[in-house]
C-alpha cells in the first residue's frame, strides 16, 4: 500500500468514479483503475460498492477511508514541516471557524500569512455546527480551529479575546433611539435565530433565560449576514457578535445591557506545525476588542 493509493481512494469516493478521479488528479484512469483493485486486494476487503449511479464506499471502506485521510493530512504536514525547515512553506493548511466568531480578524491573519507563504495553501470551513467541529476535529483534518469557549473546550485552547454581541433591529425600531437597547425591553419581540445545534443560538438561547425572556422564533437561519439582514426587513430582532454585521447595517445596531460577550478561542492540532503556529501568532496580533 501507498499514499498514492491513498488519496486514489479519497479521489473516487469524492468523485464517485474512477474516471472523473482520474480526471481530477490527471491521471490515466487505466491505472487508476489498476491501482483501486490492487489496494483491495492488498486490503482483502471491497471498499467501493458499485452501482448504476457510481461507486460508493461501503462500510468497511468507510472506515478505512477516515484513516486514510488522516494519513495523507499527516503526510503532507510531513512535507510542509521538512520545506519550512529549508526556509519554504508549502502544502495544504486546514481551518475551522464557529459562525460568528473572528469574522473581522481571521481575514486579517490569513492575508498575512499568505504574504508570508504564498506557496502555502488554505482551506477554511465556516462552521457553526459546535458538534461538526468536533467530528472534523476527531477525524485529524483541521489543523487549526477558531471558536467560542465552551465548557468542552481543551485546556491548551488560546484564548485571543472577546467578541461582543449586539442587537440587531428592523429599520424605524423604536429602540433605536436608545444607545443601548436592555434586553428586558426585547420582552414580546419575535427574534430571527440559528441553526439549533449552533454555537450562537446557544448563546441567544441563554442571553434570553438569563434576562426571563420567552423566545417567540420568527425564523431560523444558518449564516449571520442572512439574520442580519432579516431583522434589519423586520422580520424580528437578533442577536449577533459585532465583528460579524455586514457593511451597510451599522445604523440599526445597538449594544446590549447587561453586555453580552463570548471568549474566542484557538485550538490547534497536537505537535503543531510551523503553519499552524504562524497563523496563531498573527491570530493573536489582530485586534481583538476587551470586555467591557
Do not use: K
Amino acid at each position: 500500500m501507498s499514499l498514492r493509493q491513498f488519496e486514489y481512494a479519497l479521489a473516487v469516493a469524492e468523485q464517485g468514479s474512477v474516471t472523473a478521479a482520474a480526471e481530477l488528479l490527471r491521471v490515466a484512469q487505466p491505472s487508476m483503475s489498476q491501482q483501486i483493485r490492487g489496494l483491495e486486494r492488498d486490503l482483502g476487503v471491497e471498499l467501493f460498492a458499485r452501482t448504476p449511479t457510481g461507486l460508493v464506499p461501503t462500510v468497511v471502506g468507510r472506515a478505512f477511508l477516515r484513516e486514510a485521510e488522516a494519513a495523507v493530512n499527516a503526510a503532507r504536514r510531513a512535507r510542509a514541516t521538512a520545506r519550512a525547515g529549508a526556509g519554504e512553506l508549502t502544502g495544504e493548511l486546514v481551518v475551522a471557524a464557529q459562525m460568528g466568531f473572528g469574522t473581522r480578524q481571521l481575514p486579517g491573519a490569513l492575508a498575512a500569512l499568505r504574504r508570508r507563504y504564498p506557496r502555502l495553501e488554505v482551506t477554511v470551513f465556516e462552521e457553526p455546527s459546535s458538534a461538526e467541529l468536533d467530528r472534523l476535529c476527531r477525524r485529524g483534518v483541521l489543523d487549526l480551529a477558531l471558536m467560542a469557549a465552551c465548557e468542552r473546550s481543551p485546556a491548551d485552547a488560546h484564548h485571543l479575546g472577546d467578541e461582543e454581541f449586539v442587537v440587531v433591529l428592523g429599520a424605524g425600531h423604536r429602540l433605536l433611539a436608545a444607545d443601548r437597547v436592555e434586553l428586558r425591553d426585547l420582552e414580546g419581540e419575535p427574534w430571527v435565530r440559528f441553526d439549533r445545534d449552533s454555537a450562537l443560538d446557544g448563546v441567544l438561547l441563554e442571553v434570553l433565560r438569563a434576562n426571563d425572556l420567552t423566545p417567540a422564533t420568527a425564523a431560523r437561519v444558518s449564516q449571520t449576514a442572512t439574520a442580519v439582514r432579516w431583522a434589519a426587513n423586520g422580520l424580528g430582532v437578533t442577536l449577533v457578535p459585532a465583528s460579524a454585521v455586514p457593511h451597510g447595517h451599522e445604523h440599526l445596531v445597538r449594544p446590549v445591557s447587561p453586555a453580552v460577550s463570548q471568549p474566542v478561542i484557538a485550538v490547534v492540532r497536537q505537535s503543531a506545525g510551523p503553519a499552524e503556529t504562524a497563523l496563531l501568532e498573527l491570530l493573536r496580533q489582530e485586534n481583538w476588542p476587551e470586555p467591557d
